[in-house]
Structures are given as structure tokens and as C-alpha cells.
């Protein structure tokens, strides 16, 4: 059975090309660009692996990982940013993330992440 991720990034060609390359390995994606919409479902579901952009308008992926966490603790949360620096990143870490991911992606990371 295919492993599930849900991808959470307001950018449409970062969510595009995800969906594009992980579903190409056999993975199941669900997207959404919207952070409050991608929490929602994350919420509501199941999946292997969730990833969340750090920065969006409306809702950061720290609070995404927090909301997540404190209500599914048993959920596998990794943070994708271009600004691993950015203090947002260690609140996220803080808040029970699984990792970071740089963007440009680190597939191989994701994947890591996925078969631990």
C-alpha cells in the first residue's frame, strides 16, 4: 500500500512540483496552498508524512506543526523553507517537527523521512 503525504505551501508551483515528483515514486499527494485548508485536512486524516512550508500568508508552518502536534502527537510533521536560519524554524523544531527541509528540495531527505 502507498505511503500518504500531505504537502501544506501557498506557492503553486512548489505544491505542483512536489505532487509531481513524489507521486512519480509511487507516493499518494494530497496539496493544498491554502495553510488553514492543508491544517484542516491534516486534522481530519491520516497520513504517512505531512510537509509544511514555513512561511505563508495567514498561517506559518510553526503554527501548523503546534496546532498539529498538540492535537495528533503521533503525526510526522517536516518543515520545507528556503530560510532554514529563520527563527520561525527552531519554534517549528520546538513545536515537535520532524526536520527541515531546504528548498531546492532534498528528495532524498523526504524519502528518509517516509521509510524511518
Do not use: C, W
Amino acid at each position: 500500500m502507498s505511503k500518504t503525504i500531505l504537502v501544506i505551501d501557498d506557492e503553486a508551483m512548489v505544491l505542483d512540483a512536489l505532487k509531481v515528483i513524489l507521486e512519480d515514486l509511487d507516493y499518494t499527494v494530497e496539496g493544498y496552498s491554502d495553510p488553514f485548508a492543508g491544517e484542516k485536512a491534516a486534522l481530519s486524516n491520516d497520513y504517512d508524512l505531512i510537509l509544511s512550508d514555513l512561511r505563508m500568508p495567514g498561517r506559518n508552518g510553526a503554527e501548523i506543526v503546534e496546532s498539529i502536534r498538540s492535537q495528533k502527537p503521533e503525526a510526522r510533521v517536516l518543515v520545507i523553507t528556503a530560510f532554514p536560519s529563520d527563527p520561525l524554524a527552531e519554534k517549528a523544531m520546538g513545536a515537535g517537527a520532524l526536520g527541515l527541509v531546504r528548498k531546492p528540495f532534498e528528495i532524498s531527505k523526504i524519502i528518509e523521512y517516509l521509510d524511518a
